[in-house]
Structures are given as C-alpha cells and as structure tokens.
C-alpha cells in the first residue's frame, strides 16, 4: 500500500491518493475473513476499511449461532442435509452451487475458528456445542452463549492483527471507480477529519453489509446496513438480485416508545437463540398460538411462517398493549438461562424484566436482505475486480434465510473470494485518468458542495419517512396497490433529498445525507421486484397473489439503465447436486418436539 499525497482538484476540493492491490470494503466477518486468506497465501497489499471503530461491526449484533454440520449432538447431520435445509427454507429460490459452498466449507471453517481460539459454548466432554435453531433437521448451531458473532469477530480481528493485515477505521466509501466494465477503485471520505481521500486499487471487495434498516422497524444500529453495498456495486454497473425479499425475523423487542429507557430499543433483536433454548410464544390471551399454525415445528419453524403467524395474532386483537406478543422461557431455571443466554437475560434485566421468572414482549422486525449483488461461485460480479461477500451478496438464501446460516455464508465466502484473489492480484494497477477526471474529482465537488448546504428538509426526517414508506408499503404482507402507491411516495422523497438541510462533512447529518442516496436505490429494488413477483414465496407475501406459483421458480435481477432507470430482468434458478437431492428426498425435519 502506498500513499502518494494529497491532490488538488479543478474545483479546489484536495484529496489524498492511496495505491493499494485489494480494497476490501467492511470489516466484519466477510471482510476480515477474505483479508486473512490473502494474507495467509503471502499477499501484503491488502487493505481494509471500516465505517466504525475497528472490531465494532454489525457481525457483533448476530447473537445466536453460526451453522455447521459437525454432529456434536446429531452425528447423522451432514452437509448435504444442511444443504437441503437451506435450499428448503429458500423456497428452492436459492443458487444451489452457492448453497452447497457454504454448506461443505462450514465444518472446517468451525474447527479453524477453534483453532484461532474462539471461545464456543462446549458440551460436557469439551466438544464445540450445537444447538436446535429454525427450521434445521439437526442440532447444527455451533454458538458462544449468545454473542457468537462478537466472539467470532474477536476471534477474526486477532487473527487479522497476528497477520500484521493493515486497516483504516471510520472511513466512509460514497462510490466506486468504475467504467461498467472493470473497477479501478474507490473514493470516500474520513469520518473523523472530513479529509477526501481516493483509493486506486486493482480489485474490490464489497463486504459492507445488507439493506435492513430501511425500514424502520429493525435489528441494525441505525448507520449501518443502510443498502450501502448493494447500491454502491449497482451505481458501479452490476447487477443486484432478489431484493424484494426481506427477512422480517419474528422476535425484536416490542416496547412502550413513550419510555425513554425502553424505546432506544425498539425493533432490537431477541435472538432465536431463546426459542432454540425452548421460549414459547404466547398471545395475550395466554393462549400458545403456535399450536394453530404450525402444532409439528411450532416456535421453531421457518422464521417467515412464525412471523406472519405473530403478525396474525397482533392483527386479530390478541397483541400485547406494546403491539406484541409474549415469548417466555421462565419453564427453565434461572441458571440455564443465564448461562446459555448470558446478553439477553443481561440486556432485559437492565431493564428491570427478569427472563427467568417472567416473560417478554416481542414482534416481527427487519432483520437481513437476502437480496444483494449478483455474483458467480467465487464471489465475483459482472464488473471484473468486483466481489461482493457477507450481506452483500445475493444467493445463498433464497426466498427465506435459514437461521444460522448468514455468519456461516460470511467466514465461507470470504475464504472462497480471498483463495479467488490470491492469483489475481497484480498490483494496484492505474486508475484510469478519465475516470480521476470525469467521476473521482466531479464527485468530490459535489460531496463538497453538499456540507452544511441549506435546505428546505431535515435529513434524519427524511430517513425516517422512507423507514416508515417501507413498513407501510413493502412489509411482512404486500399487494400491487400499495406497492404501487409505495414507488410514487418514493419518487417524492427522492426529489425532497436533493433540498436537504445538511451539516458538515464530520456530521451525523452529513453521514445520512450519503446514506439516503444507498436507501433510496434499496428501497426502490424492493419495491420493484415485490411489485414484480406476483406470488407469495418465502418472506414475500402478497395477500393479492396468497400462492405459490411455480412458474416463479425464477431470480428477478436488476440493472440500471442508461434510459429509464432501474429495469428488471429475470433468470432461471440451478439444480441441486445429487448428493443434495438425495438429502432432500429423504425428507429430513426438525422434531421440535425433543425440545418438551
């Protein structure tokens, strides 16, 4: 890596220049992991960068586990059944070659955690622990108490720094250096100085997350996954895929908003972990109303069939006065709790609510995208030099993702697009001076003219309204009317974004200012493709369309146009190997019942 000074422009905005062979864009799990592969194989010209302090990425928050067919509990699981699972709580929507990857990678990639020393729960005879999650045949949820994504991005940052694998925290990217063909880099700014700075880089990893907290109930700290890296890879000339579907996982918090030491807390996640640990849903008429929807699987089926059924309840009057629901798992001792569920029984007795005698309140909230960025088996979009990893990508889940599985897919993929890499790396090569010229430079202007620019509307308001547009509009049930009615609200906000009232670069407000313009190109993939997509599927539910059709069995890519904007195409989906046939045929399920 190399720094070459700082630049002038035409338009007096300075920026520095940094060379660098790879830029990996996040530093969670995906990011760190692929940048460990690099560095393992010799490579040194590797940067990473991160929004936030270093070690603090939305990986921490995933609280409950991270699948793998060990067979600690279940020596019958295997890889093809975790394959098969998947590719059942994807509603057969998922690429099978991208399941399978994830699916054979995840033991080993369990093992060498342990190896680099992640502190997992463990069984009685020492052996990495697995526990019951959504929807799987098998106990395959190695965990660590209820913090296994901090504990795996600890595991992976002390890897990283062993390496010696340099990082720049708090830098924010705004776009990539592309000319539709071949990325060449990136530009963005520091978030603590205010200072441009443009990296020019042979190749790009785009590990910066997923697109869930565009609504405005949801699992995410508000600055982050705020589409960011899908529509940082769409404005650079890829194509995004699945967008409509959004996983609206069945249990965050459901508060009293009128409470300030509740209503910071909204939406937060209630890890499935609860349930997998053997927390019962209750209505407010005390009644177990998952016997109703689902008496096999009950509160550990698919986490879209539990969801909807939550919002049925809520929407027939039998919600808590928070909007909720009651999910209690005071059946179990005190002990158990806190030792299995250490954060959560921590986090709600903060709050003044004991886990272990009494229960919570919870409702469905935005959680993860399975959508995101079109890649082939190694990561690799149809931008040559640009992968996309982590949330980011697009494939792995299908319709529905199946718990446990998006700390899985990141540690896979980032080892599978950092071995692509290894013979790719060739230099940072040389950003293209028309490119410096025609998009770095007129960017950085216009980044420029944007703080502490006056206008008419307030920034976070308008991030509040698109959150509040795609609750209403694009939620857990959706139809043609209101998601037509939806794009039109959106194509107003649009126009209320370019008048914003903005502060200075090192601004909270500023830092949203960007994000609204990675929110709206989101938002609107959604919108479209629900629109599109007249079935129900998985996490997409069109009361108007309440079947499935088989005809659908399709992918919904989308592209931006040079005329017209987003347009959307479609592409059929892969066979499943034989060997993940076999699995699926022999028609392996959860027995919830072992859990009584």
């Known amino acids: 890596m190399e720094k070459t000074g700082a630049v002038t422009t035409d338009s007096s905005a300075e920026y520095d220049r940094i060379d660098v062979s790879v830029l990996v864009i996040g530093a969670g799990a995906a990011g760190a992991r692929s940048a460990i ?41 295997n890889w093809a059944v975790h394959a098969a699972d998947t590719l059942n709580e994807g509603h057969f929507l998922n690429d099978p070659e991208k399941v399978e990857t994830v699916a054979k990678q995840m033991p080993d990639r369990l093992r060498e955690l342990d190896e680099w020393g992640m502190e997992y729960s463990r069984t009685e005879d020492g052996a990495i622990d697995q526990r019951y999650f959504g929807a799987q045949s098998f106990r395959r949820t190695a965990f660590a108490g209820d913090h296994t994504g901090e504990s795996l991005l600890d595991t992976l940052v002390d890897r990283a720094q062993d390496l010696e694998i340099p990082y720049r925290e708090n830098v924010m990217i705004t776009k990539l250096l592309s000319d539709g063909e071949e990325v060449h880099g990136a530009v963005g700014f520091d978030m603590d100085s205010g200072d441009f700075v443009l990296f020019n880089a042979g190749n790009v990893v785009l590990a910066a997350g997923g697109y869930a907290a565009i609504y405005n109930r949801h699992t995410s700290r508000d600055d982050e996954n705020n589409g960011d890296g899908p529509a940082l890879a769409y404005d650079a000339g890829a194509s995004l895929m699945d967008m ?6 069945p249990t965050g918090m459901a508060v009293d908003d009128s409470d300030p030491d509740w209503e910071p807390w909204s939406g937060r996640l209630v890890t499935e972990a609860v349930r997998g640990e053997g927390g019962r849903l209750y209505n407010s008429e005390g009644e177990r109303f998952m016997e109703r929807y689902s008496p096999d699987q009950m509160e550990l089926d698919a986490r879209d069939v539990v969801a909807r059924a939550i919002a049925q ?60 960025v079109a890649v082939d088996e190694y990561g690799e979009t149809d931008v040559e030099g640009l992968f996309a990893i982590g949330e980011t990508m697009a494939g792995v889940h299908g319709a529905n993702r199946l718990g446990g599985n998006s700390l899985a897919e990141t540690v896979a993929f980032g080892a599978v697009t950092g071995d692509r890499l290894v013979d790719r790396v060739d230099g940072p090569g040389a950003v293209p001076a028309d490119l410096v010229d025609e998009v770095a ?29 795609m609750w209403d509009h694009a939620g857990i049930l959706r139809d043609e009317s209101t998601l037509q009615a939806g794009l039109q609200r959106l194509s107003e906000l649009r126009e209320q974004s370019a008048d914003m009232d903005v502060g200075p670069i090192t601004s909270d407000s500023f830092e949203f200012a960007v994000d609204i313009g990675f929110m709206l190109t989101a938002a609107e993939a959604v919108l479209r493709g629900a629109a599109e997509r007249d079935e129900s599927r998985g996490a997409h539910y069109r009361t108007d ?29 892969g066979t499943p190997s034989d060997a993940v046939q076999t699995a699926l045929d022999e028609g392996h399920e959860l027995d919830y019942h072992q859990l009584e």
């Open 244 to 249: 409509e579907f959004v996983q609206f996982h």
């Open 313 to 372: 309840e809520i929407a027939e009057g039998r919600g808590t006065d928070n909007g909720g629901v009651y999910l209690d798992i005071s059946h179990r001792d005190a002990a158990f709790i806190q030792e299995r569920l250490p954060r959560m029984y921590e986090r709600f007795d903060d709050l003044g609510v004991d886990m272990a005698a009494e229960p919570v309140e919870v409702a469905p909230t935005s959680h993860y995208g399975m959508g995101g």
């Open 37 to 77: 592969t690099l560095a393992e194989q010799g490579v040194d010209d590797i940067l990473v960068l991160g929004k936030r302090n270093h070690g603090d990425a939305h990986t921490t928050w995933a609280r409950g586990g991270i699948n793998g067919a060990l067979g600690t509990h279940d020596p019958e699981d």
């Open 441 to 469: 430079e007129p960017h950085f202007a216009a980044l420029d003219a944007m703080a502490s620019r006056e206008g008419t509307y307030d920034v976070m308001e308008v991030v509040a309204e698109l959150q509040e547009l």
């Open 545 to 573: 369309y309440p079947e499935t059709d088989p005809e659908w069995q399709r992918n919904i890519l989308f592209e931006d146009s040079d005329i017209g904007g987003m347009r959307t195409d479609t592409a059929p989906v």
